[in-house]
């Protein structure tokens, strides 16, 4: 049986699993495969055979690295192999013999291609900051002299005796403020001095100093106070330890001990600075991604926000915010997520499944997990379909909603303990997606948060759940950018007659409302638009607004000099959405002298209208320039004998004529 190319190698795993090989070949119309019992072991020559004839998937996760080996042994020629777990995820569940379907589903899932993800590189010498107090920061330092290089920094010394020989360098000191990422952290102190040499009966400094700055490639903070740096995730170099915790300590000494050399990581996000809605001229718009991010990893840039890689902590939650698409996640990206997705489930049904269930997990917590589950719990039901994912949190309410347009009839996310940081941008997206689904007249009632991740507490959890019957699923895939395949997954799941749903205050969708009497028909607000929802006619004096690109960051309210604008948070399905709509046309103004066209008649007579009255204009002819182009209007004030002429100015008679 082959799959996208790739022949499929499936394995009893010595008989525990009973694999319906028929079942699973008739979905892909496919004549049925040979199940091997032991292909890690007895039957490797199988294994061997077939690498021989091309590129394979392997229905086993635990012996990958056993596969490998034997692949790699075949150089540089040797063909791509796939691995996916159908094992603890489906056929040794109690309901492994009614799991022929999901299998068939993870197959098809396993055969589609990874994005290409961009790094960033690292390097770390190895000098390593050791920071607390006591005993602890000198026994620490002792372990990891002979791989790294320890700088202790003791914040309390009392009863501390100095070493025999005084083999790395001591001071004493108190972070003011510590910043940067593996390999380029700075860290600044106050009250901070090197070790006296004639320390005696306890350890002893020279004279100290303020808001000294060092450089240090690693930390480990073995202080009980505040962490020192303001991050509510892990920052790749930094270890945090209480000074009590002794497992703990010991597993930081075991991870840091090896943080030497170079390095690479992925880069998560990335920003699209042409559709960021941050600022535009300095007046701001959107900052939803600053707000949630926990590292610190995204700043201002000006009109567009920029994210540190290095301190980047991979939590996605920026990109679920992200009303435009601008930061768009890499690992995996919203359109590979999308075709995961509807592989999933439309091979699900294919293969005679019914009642499908996302299960969105992390690949570090909810991965172990899962095993743990599938070894020494029930398993997870027939009908819920594990689905992996670096964060969790990047599943917002158009990833929520286009599950359920895909076929599945309730989502459910396994969240770890590491996510309760970003736990509230889940939560608050999940809240949006069900006030949406109410407005499509569905069932509400279709996500689920685990948030602990012991197997007997996710038994009983996916137990108890009970979901409405899936919506029938879409045809195909929604394709475009993030916002377009966001309506088509809603104009799939709307079933109200309504076309047009309110929404609250700060929601992405919506429209804008012009004061037609007030605009001057200026343009500011097409010039300030980060989305071009707002757009100019090039031929006519024409405004026009897209609204299924609008995001309702302000900007175009902030800029519009006669405050004629205002926000309507809404989501419109209707096609019109899609399409320009006209706000305000108006008839060009025209030159008297050269009949040339030049901005609009209704500005030019609004301009006229305030300077009338002023005294610089009660010249008749200087009033008349103002409806001249530009190039007349220069032309006719050179030809006046006195430019300066603005009359006679008004003589003053009353207090007030003083005053003005």
């Given at each position: 049986?082959?799959?996208?190319?790739?022949?499929?190698?499936?394995?009893?795993?010595?008989?525990?699993?009973?694999?319906?090989?028929?079942?699973?070949?008739?979905?892909?119309?496919?004549?049925?495969?040979?199940?091997?019992?032991?292909?890690?072991?007895?039957?490797?020559?199988?294994?061997?055979?077939?690498?021989?004839?091309?590129?394979?998937?392997?229905?086993?996760?635990?012996?990958?690295?056993?596969?490998?080996?034997?692949?790699?042994?075949?150089?540089?020629?040797?063909?791509?192999?796939?691995?996916?777990?159908?094992?603890?995820?489906?056929?040794?569940?109690?309901?492994?013999?009614?799991?022929?379907?999901?299998?068939?589903?993870?197959?098809?899932?396993?055969?589609?291609?990874?994005?290409?993800?961009?790094?960033?590189?690292?390097?770390?010498?190895?000098?390593?900051?050791?920071?607390?107090?006591?005993?602890?920061?000198?026994?620490?330092?002792?372990?990891?002299?002979?791989?790294?290089?320890?700088?202790?920094?003791?914040?309390?010394?009392?009863?501390?005796?100095?070493?025999?020989?005084?083999?790395?360098?001591?001071?004493?000191?108190?972070?003011?403020?510590?910043?940067?990422?593996?390999?380029?952290?700075?860290?600044?102190?106050?009250?901070?001095?090197?070790?006296?040499?004639?320390?005696?009966?306890?350890?002893?400094?020279?004279?100290?100093?303020?808001?000294?700055?060092?450089q240090f490639d690693l930390i480990l903070d073995l202080s009980d106070g505040n962490p020192l740096l303001p991050s509510n995730h892990k920052v790749d170099g930094y270890v945090k330890v209480a000074s009590t915790d002794k497992a703990g300590q010991f597993k930081a000494l075991f991870e840091l001990s090896d943080m030497i050399g170079e390095f690479s990581k992925p880069r998560y996000a990335q920003v699209d600075e042409a559709r960021c809605a941050h600022s535009r001229n300095r007046i701001a718009g959107c900052q939803n991604c600053i707000d949630s991010c926990g590292s610190s990893a995204i700043q201002s840039a000006g009109d567009y926000v920029a994210i540190d890689p290095y301190l980047c902590a991979s939590c996605g939650d920026c990109s679920a915010v992200c009303p435009t698409g601008a930061i768009a996640y890499a690992m995996p990206s919203q359109e590979h997520m999308h075709r995961r997705m509807q592989k999933l489930l439309s091979i699900y049904k294919k293969a005679g499944g019914s009642a499908p269930v996302l299960l969105i997990h992390d690949t570090q917590t909810g991965e172990e997990a899962l095993n743990v589950l599938g070894q020494v719990g029930d398993g997870l039901p027939a009908q819920v379909i594990p689905f992996a994912v670096q964060s969790v949190s990047i599943f917002d309410h158009s990833l929520l909603l286009a599950a359920l347009a895909y076929g599945a009839s309730g989502v459910v996310i396994l969240a770890p303990a590491s996510h309760y940081e970003t736990a509230p941008t889940t939560r608050h997206e999940i809240a949006f997606a069900q006030s949406l689904l109410k407005g499509f007249e569905q069932d509400d009632n279709r996500f689920k948060v685990i948030d602990h991740v012991t197997p007997d507490f996710i038994t009983s959890e996916l137990s108890t759940m009970s979901f409405a019957?899936?919506?029938?699923?879409?045809?195909?895939?929604?394709?475009?950018?993030?916002?377009?395949?966001?309506?088509?997954?809603?104009?799939?799941?709307?079933?109200?007659?309504?076309?047009?749903?309110?929404?609250?205050?700060?929601?992405?969708?919506?429209?804008?409302?012009?004061?037609?009497?007030?605009?001057?028909?200026?343009?500011?607000?097409?010039?300030?638009?980060?989305?071009?929802?707002?757009?100019?006619?090039?031929?006519?004096?024409?405004?026009?607004?897209?609204?299924?690109?609008?995001?309702?960051?302000?900007?175009?309210?902030?800029?519009?000099?006669?405050?004629?604008?205002?926000?309507?948070?809404?989501?419109?399905?209707?096609?019109?959405?899609?399409?320009?709509?006209?706000l305000k046309e108006d008839q060009p103004a025209v030159c008297p002298e050269c009949g040339k066209t030049f901005g609009t008649q209704s500005s030019v007579d609004k301009v006229v209208d305030k300077l009338s009255n002023m005294p610089q204009f009660s010249n008749p002819e200087m009033l008349d320039n103002l409806r001249k182009c530009e190039d007349c209007r220069v032309s006719a004030i050179a030809k006046q004998r006195d430019p300066f002429d603005f009359g006679q100015r008004p003589k003053p008679r009353t207090t007030d004529d003083y005053l003005n």
């Amino acid at each position: 049986m082959k799959l996208n190319e790739k022949r499929v190698l499936l394995c009893s795993c010595e008989g525990s699993m009973e694999l319906d090989a028929k079942a699973i070949a008739k979905t892909f119309d496919q004549d049925e495969p040979f199940v091997h019992s032991q292909l890690c072991r007895s039957q490797q020559p199988e294994f061997q055979k077939a690498l021989q004839e091309g590129d394979l998937l392997v229905a086993c996760g635990r012996e990958a690295p056993l596969f490998e080996e034997l692949r790699v042994e075949m150089g540089e020629h040797a063909p791509s192999v796939s691995y996916v777990d159908i094992r603890e995820k489906a056929g040794w569940g109690t309901e492994g013999k009614k799991a022929s379907a999901k299998i068939a589903a993870l197959l098809a899932e396993a055969t589609l291609s990874p994005d290409l993800v961009e790094t960033v590189p690292l390097k770390s010498e190895g000098t390593i900051l050791i920071y607390g107090a006591g005993d602890v920061v000198m026994d620490a330092a002792q372990m990891l002299r002979g791989r790294l290089s320890p700088v202790v920094v003791l914040n309390h010394s009392t009863d501390v005796l100095a070493p025999q020989v005084c083999d790395l360098p001591i001071f004493t000191g108190r972070t003011v403020q510590a910043s940067g990422h593996l390999g380029q952290f700075e860290v600044t102190f106050d009250l901070f001095a090197p070790l006296h040499p004639s320390s005696k009966g306890g350890l002893t400094f020279t004279e100290t100093q303020n808001q000294i700055t060092e450089q240090f490639d690693l930390i480990l903070d073995l202080s009980d106070g505040n962490p020192l740096l303001p991050s509510n995730h892990k920052v790749d170099g930094y270890v945090k330890v209480a000074s009590t915790d002794k497992a703990g300590q010991f597993k930081a000494l075991f991870e840091l001990s090896d943080m030497i050399g170079e390095f690479s990581k992925p880069r998560y996000a990335q920003v699209d600075e042409a559709r960021c809605a941050h600022s535009r001229n300095r007046i701001a718009g959107c900052q939803n991604c600053i707000d949630s991010c926990g590292s610190s990893a995204i700043q201002s840039a000006g009109d567009y926000v920029a994210i540190d890689p290095y301190l980047c902590a991979s939590c996605g939650d920026c990109s679920a915010v992200c009303p435009t698409g601008a930061i768009a996640y890499a690992m995996p990206s919203q359109e590979h997520m999308h075709r995961r997705m509807q592989k999933l489930l439309s091979i699900y049904k294919k293969a005679g499944g019914s009642a499908p269930v996302l299960l969105i997990h992390d690949t570090q917590t909810g991965e172990e997990a899962l095993n743990v589950l599938g070894q020494v719990g029930d398993g997870l039901p027939a009908q819920v379909i594990p689905f992996a994912v670096q964060s969790v949190s990047i599943f917002d309410h158009s990833l929520l909603l286009a599950a359920l347009a895909y076929g599945a009839s309730g989502v459910v996310i396994l969240a770890p303990a590491s996510h309760y940081e970003t736990a509230p941008t889940t939560r608050h997206e999940i809240a949006f997606a069900q006030s949406l689904l109410k407005g499509f007249e569905q069932d509400d009632n279709r996500f689920k948060v685990i948030d602990h991740v012991t197997p007997d507490f996710i038994t009983s959890e996916l137990s108890t759940m009970s979901f409405a019957n899936a919506i029938e699923a879409m045809e195909g895939l929604a394709v475009g950018h993030k916002r377009q395949r966001a309506h088509m997954v809603f104009s799939h799941l709307n079933n109200s007659s309504e076309q047009t749903i309110a929404l609250e205050k700060g929601a992405p969708y919506g429209q804008v409302q012009v004061d037609v009497a007030a605009c001057s028909m200026c343009m500011s607000c097409v010039g300030a638009c980060p989305t071009t929802a707002l757009r100019a006619n090039n031929d006519a004096p024409i405004l026009s607004f897209l609204e299924q690109d609008c995001v309702q960051c302000g900007i175009c309210a902030s800029t519009c000099p006669e405050k004629a604008i205002g926000l309507v948070p809404q989501l419109n399905l209707d096609k019109m959405a899609a399409s320009p709509a006209v706000l305000k046309e108006d008839q060009p103004a025209v030159c008297p002298e050269c009949g040339k066209t030049f901005g609009t008649q209704s500005s030019v007579d609004k301009v006229v209208d305030k300077l009338s009255n002023m005294p610089q204009f009660s010249n008749p002819e200087m009033l008349d320039n103002l409806r001249k182009c530009e190039d007349c209007r220069v032309s006719a004030i050179a030809k006046q004998r006195d430019p300066f002429d603005f009359g006679q100015r008004p003589k003053p008679r009353t207090t007030d004529d003083y005053l003005n």
